[in-house]
């Protein structure tokens, strides 16, 4: 009876964990969806493409937090067994998505540097940051808890999309505040956007080559 029990309450922890983990990425389509949609019109109307650009990587996060839906949702009240298949297929799709939004960040900034073009106003795009990076904080720990209990890759990847948004939110913000107090050195966040991206591109690239390795045991190598 005692092993039933320790039994049945580890089931239950083990689905509550995969109930917070759907918490977190349904906050995490609210969240960015909004913002997604707040910076590309706000980009689109000020001719910020910084701006327009980390609303893309904002729509990306949505899809990686789907990701996180699909890998999760068919375990509550089943048990709450890691598939190993679907936690590949999940941490592969948000490696992907990793490569993608290092794409999207490094087009848009050298769009920005060659084109010479620059917002009318950065204040839209300061209060966004400042918005997105508390947070973003916030949900960045939170699923990086989770992933560490569930031991989860695709969890701990997630995770990791939020810390990239997070840096972005940064750059925006350094961006927004050296073009209000130094207009000519408007170019500096595309640059500092570049560098970030291509930190994200290799992280992407690492998680599609472990994923694919025969190895792979679905575990987030996280340390408590």
């Excluded at 084109?115 to 990076?133: D, M, N, Q, R, V």
């Excluded at 569930?150 to 350094?174: G, N, R």
Aim: net charge neutral; glycine share 10%.
């Amino acid at each position: 009876m005692a092993v039933r029990d320790e039994t049945e309450g580890s089931d239950g922890l083990m689905s509550n964990l995969v109930r917070k983990a759907i918490l977190l990425s349904w906050f995490t389509i609210g969240y960015n969806f909004l913002e997604g949609f707040v910076s590309i019109g706000f980009g689109v109307s000020d001719e910020s493409v910084a701006l327009a650009g980390f609303g893309v990587d904002s729509l990306i996060e949505v899809i990686s937090a789907l990701f996180i839906l699909w890998r999760f949702r068919g375990e509550v009240g089943a048990g709450s067994e890691i598939s190993i298949a679907r936690e590949r297929k999940a941490t592969f799709g948000i490696g992907v998505l990793f490569l993608l939004l290092a794409l999207t960040t490094v087009g848009a900034s050298i769009f920005q540097i060659k084109s010479g073009s620059h917002p009318k106003t950065t204040i839209p795009g300061l209060l966004i940051s400042i918005f997105s990076i508390s947070f973003m904080f916030w949900l960045w720990l939170a699923k990086r808890r989770i992933a560490v209990l569930l031991d989860s890759a695709s969890m701990k990847m997630d995770a990791q999309c939020s810390w990239a948004c997070i840096k972005l939110s940064i750059v925006l913000f350094v961006g927004s505040i050296v073009f209000i107090t130094s207009p000519a050195l408007w170019w500096t966040d595309s640059l500092a956007a570049i560098i970030i991206a291509l930190l994200i591109g290799r992280e992407g690239w690492e998680t599609v080559k472990s994923v694919r390795h025969p190895g792979f045991s679905g575990g987030c190598g996280c340390k408590q």
